[in-house]
Protein backbone atom coordinates (compact mmCIF):
# COMPACT_ATOMS: atom_id res chain seq x y z
CA UNK A 1 0.00 0.00 0.00
CA UNK A 2 2.76 2.50 1.21
CA UNK A 3 4.59 1.66 -2.69
CA UNK A 4 1.36 2.85 -4.20
CA UNK A 5 0.91 5.65 -2.65
CA UNK A 6 4.72 6.39 -2.99
CA UNK A 7 3.81 5.70 -6.83
CA UNK A 8 0.86 7.85 -7.13
CA UNK A 9 2.59 11.16 -5.45
CA UNK A 10 5.89 10.96 -7.28
CA UNK A 11 3.54 10.74 -10.78
CA UNK A 12 1.76 14.20 -9.87
CA UNK A 13 5.21 15.74 -10.40
CA UNK A 14 7.15 16.45 -13.85
CA UNK A 15 10.06 14.36 -13.58
CA UNK A 16 12.42 13.52 -16.09
CA UNK A 17 12.75 9.58 -15.66
CA UNK A 18 11.19 6.87 -17.81
CA UNK A 19 7.01 5.96 -16.72
CA UNK A 20 6.86 3.03 -15.44
CA UNK A 21 2.93 2.66 -15.00
CA UNK A 22 -0.26 3.55 -16.78
CA UNK A 23 -0.85 5.42 -13.12
CA UNK A 24 2.07 7.73 -13.42
CA UNK A 25 1.46 8.59 -16.85
CA UNK A 26 -2.07 9.93 -15.97
CA UNK A 27 -0.65 11.88 -12.73
CA UNK A 28 2.58 13.60 -14.23
CA UNK A 29 2.90 17.03 -14.30
CA UNK A 30 -0.18 18.11 -12.17
CA UNK A 31 1.50 19.37 -8.85
CA UNK A 32 5.05 21.09 -8.27
CA UNK A 33 7.71 21.20 -6.36
CA UNK A 34 5.45 23.87 -3.52
CA UNK A 35 3.33 20.58 -2.79
CA UNK A 36 6.36 18.69 -1.29
CA UNK A 37 7.15 21.63 0.64
CA UNK A 38 3.58 21.43 1.99
CA UNK A 39 4.41 18.26 2.80
CA UNK A 40 7.26 18.32 4.38
CA UNK A 41 4.76 21.00 7.23
CA UNK A 42 2.92 17.76 8.00
CA UNK A 43 3.81 16.23 11.08
CA UNK A 44 1.97 13.65 13.53
CA UNK A 45 0.56 16.44 15.60
CA UNK A 46 -1.21 17.48 12.33
CA UNK A 47 -1.30 14.24 10.10
CA UNK A 48 -4.05 15.30 7.65
CA UNK A 49 -2.40 18.88 7.06
CA UNK A 50 -1.91 18.87 3.21
CA UNK A 51 -5.53 17.69 2.67
CA UNK A 52 -6.76 20.46 4.71
CA UNK A 53 -5.06 22.85 2.76
CA UNK A 54 -6.16 20.82 -0.93
CA UNK A 55 -9.86 21.24 1.03
CA UNK A 56 -9.56 24.50 2.03
CA UNK A 57 -7.90 25.05 -1.71
CA UNK A 58 -11.11 23.87 -3.52
CA UNK A 59 -13.73 25.14 -1.73
CA UNK A 60 -12.07 28.80 -2.36
CA UNK A 61 -11.53 27.93 -5.99
CA UNK A 62 -15.13 26.72 -6.32
CA UNK A 63 -16.19 30.47 -5.14
CA UNK A 64 -13.77 32.13 -7.69
CA UNK A 65 -14.68 30.10 -10.55
CA UNK A 66 -18.44 30.49 -9.53
CA UNK A 67 -17.48 34.50 -9.74
CA UNK A 68 -15.63 34.36 -13.02
CA UNK A 69 -18.78 32.22 -14.57
CA UNK A 70 -21.05 34.85 -13.63
CA UNK A 71 -18.92 38.00 -15.04
CA UNK A 72 -18.45 35.93 -18.56
CA UNK A 73 -22.20 35.24 -18.59
CA UNK A 74 -22.90 39.04 -18.52
CA UNK A 75 -21.64 39.33 -22.13
CA UNK A 76 -19.96 42.58 -21.31
CA UNK A 77 -16.21 41.39 -20.41
CA UNK A 78 -14.98 43.89 -17.38
CA UNK A 79 -11.31 42.48 -17.66
CA UNK A 80 -10.17 44.28 -14.97
CA UNK A 81 -12.46 42.26 -12.74
CA UNK A 82 -12.10 39.08 -14.57
CA UNK A 83 -7.91 39.61 -14.03
CA UNK A 84 -8.61 40.15 -10.06
CA UNK A 85 -10.47 37.01 -9.82
CA UNK A 86 -8.30 35.40 -11.74
CA UNK A 87 -4.76 37.01 -9.47
CA UNK A 88 -6.28 34.95 -6.65
CA UNK A 89 -6.97 32.14 -8.33
CA UNK A 90 -3.45 31.94 -9.19
CA UNK A 91 -2.38 32.66 -6.11
CA UNK A 92 -3.99 29.54 -4.36
CA UNK A 93 -3.22 27.55 -7.09
CA UNK A 94 0.61 28.72 -6.99
CA UNK A 95 0.43 27.64 -2.67
CA UNK A 96 -0.40 24.58 -3.08
CA UNK A 97 1.58 23.32 -6.41
CA UNK A 98 -0.81 23.21 -8.67
CA UNK A 99 0.82 23.56 -11.91
CA UNK A 100 -1.34 22.76 -14.61
CA UNK A 101 -4.28 25.25 -13.13
CA UNK A 102 -1.62 27.67 -12.69
CA UNK A 103 -0.69 27.85 -15.87
CA UNK A 104 -3.94 28.27 -17.14
CA UNK A 105 -4.26 31.09 -14.99
CA UNK A 106 -1.65 32.75 -16.87
CA UNK A 107 -2.87 32.35 -19.68
CA UNK A 108 -6.17 33.80 -18.94
CA UNK A 109 -4.65 36.79 -17.60
CA UNK A 110 -2.56 37.38 -20.35
CA UNK A 111 -6.05 37.18 -22.55
CA UNK A 112 -7.25 39.94 -19.69
CA UNK A 113 -4.73 41.88 -20.43
CA UNK A 114 -5.03 42.34 -24.34
CA UNK A 115 -8.61 42.42 -24.20
CA UNK A 116 -9.18 38.81 -26.05
CA UNK A 117 -12.79 37.44 -25.08
CA UNK A 118 -12.67 34.65 -27.03
CA UNK A 119 -8.93 33.72 -25.23
CA UNK A 120 -10.77 34.30 -22.16
CA UNK A 121 -13.47 31.77 -22.64
CA UNK A 122 -11.52 29.14 -24.63
CA UNK A 123 -8.71 29.20 -21.47
CA UNK A 124 -11.42 29.35 -18.36
CA UNK A 125 -12.98 26.32 -20.21
CA UNK A 126 -9.27 24.38 -20.25
CA UNK A 127 -8.73 25.71 -16.56
CA UNK A 128 -12.24 24.02 -15.24
CA UNK A 129 -10.80 20.71 -17.15
CA UNK A 130 -7.47 20.94 -15.31
CA UNK A 131 -9.18 21.98 -11.96
CA UNK A 132 -11.53 19.16 -12.06
CA UNK A 133 -8.59 16.61 -12.72
CA UNK A 134 -6.38 17.72 -9.88
CA UNK A 135 -9.19 17.23 -7.76
CA UNK A 136 -10.02 14.09 -8.46
CA UNK A 137 -6.49 13.12 -8.79
CA UNK A 138 -5.98 13.87 -5.47
CA UNK A 139 -8.81 12.63 -3.69
CA UNK A 140 -7.87 9.08 -5.19
CA UNK A 141 -4.07 10.27 -3.62
CA UNK A 142 -5.37 11.24 -0.41
CA UNK A 143 -8.04 8.15 -0.22
CA UNK A 144 -5.05 6.06 -1.19
CA UNK A 145 -2.96 7.29 1.86
CA UNK A 146 -4.85 6.03 4.26
Given at each position: ???Q?A?????L??Q??????????????????QF????E?Q??A??N???????????????????????L?????????????????K??????GA?????E?????E??????????????????????????K?????????
Amino acid sequence: MQRQVALIKQSLFDQKIIIRTQMEKYMQGYLDEQFVELEELQDDANPNFVEEVATLYFKDSARLISNIEQALERGSFDFNRLDNYMHQFKGSSTSIGASKVKTECTMFREYCRVGNAEGCLRTFKQLKKEHATLRKKLEQYFQASK
